[in-house]
């Protein structure tokens, strides 16, 4: 079969041919008495060999070893071919991520695109200065797309950078929070806690929302920093919550601050002090978190916190009792 035959029913040019040829690829059986180059049938079965090797990746290098060398083994080359695609899909899956993140901000020209592709890549520099920095900026004329900002916020370790990409992404208002809810369910705890923390800072309905969904959360933490920021916008759901945390001594200062902010509320003053001497009456409750659940009583206004108070003025556990004629003592003065 002559090379032009060779070439329309393999589908490898005539020109590859040549090159398969001058390489010592494969090297036509014969030639015809006019000094034409013809293929056997087993040259034309090798051709189909090394194209079939050339799709995994190989070199022209690595097939004529593979297809020569009896010695040649094609484990440790997969292997790398395997390693070697990994990290190329790795780099052109970075590359779309990048390339969409800065058409979704909808640069109006190529100053836009380069102001967004620097901050991009001082988002990911190793230095907290250079994040926070970054974070700081992206608010302005060409901000950096809110998929970038969320990722980072999810991950950053720096206090004082995560502080910068939280108060960034709070100025998007609900820009990001359907990603940021995706964040309360990641298998990462440490995501999740960065996830509520974000929600927190974002003063929206739609965030109280999704606070209010987060104290059901399996993750204890989540429910926490979820009830603290509800407190703080008067959300009574936060309540069972906040009186747990005081229970248990985990964040009790900032929980009886954000009970006695939502006592501030004369329907829900007599609630809480009814809640947090139910707490105290229970008989497995121990002797230091009763007196913490005292202490929260006393920014809890009306009769109710009052008369608890003075009952609890004189109970067995001296710690409480002393605890309680000091708040009411306060209490009366006023």
Not at 4 to 31: C, N
Not at 85 to 93: D, F, K, L, M, V
């Amino acid at each position: 079969m002559l090379i032009g035959d060779v070439a329309r029913r393999s589908g490898v040019s005539a020109r590859m041919l040549r090159h398969y040829d001058s390489l010592g690829l494969v090297r036509p059986t014969g030639r015809t008495d006019a000094g034409y180059r013809e293929y056997s049938s087993e040259d034309i079965r090798r051709i189909f060999h090394i194209e079939s090797l050339r799709s995994l990746g190989l070199s022209l290098r690595e097939v004529r070893r593979a297809l020569d060398d009896p010695g040649f083994t094609p484990s440790e080359l997969v292997d790398d071919l395997i390693r070697q695609t990994r990290e190329r899909i790795a780099g052109e899956t970075e590359l779309l991520t990048r390339l969409r993140r800065i058409g979704a901000a909808e640069p109006a020209g190529w100053e836009d695109v380069l102001q967004i592709v620097a901050l991009l890549q001082a988002l990911e520099s190793k230095s907290a200065g250079k994040r926070q920095r970054a974070a700081l900026s992206s608010v302005e004329e060409v901000p950096v797309p809110v998929e970038a900002l969320v990722e980072a916020a999810l991950s950053e370790t720096d206090p004082n950078v995560a502080g910068a990409l939280r108060w960034a992404l709070a100025q998007l208002g609900d820009g990001g929070l359907a990603l940021l809810a995706e964040g309360l369910g990641s298998p990462a705890a440490e995501v999740r806690k960065r996830a509520v923390q974000s929600i927190a800072e974002i003063p929206n309905g739609e965030a109280t929302a999704l606070l209010q969904d987060a104290l059901a959360n399996p993750d204890i933490v989540v429910r926490r920093y979820a009830a603290l920021a509800l407190g703080a916008r008067g959300v009574a759901d936060a309540v069972p919550t906040l009186i747990d945390m005081v229970v248990e001594g985990t964040n009790d200062v900032d929980a009886a601050d954000a009970l006695s902010a939502l006592a501030s509320r004369p329907a829900l003053a007599d609630q809480i002090a009814t809640r947090l001497v139910d707490c105290l009456a229970h008989g497995t409750v121990e002797s230091s978190a009763r007196r913490r659940l005292t202490q929260a009583l006393a920014d809890i206004p009306g009769i109710t916190a009052s008369r608890a108070l003075a009952e609890l003025s004189h109970d067995e556990d001296r710690a409480v009792a002393l605890t309680a004629a000091y708040i009411l003592g306060i209490r009366n003065a006023r």
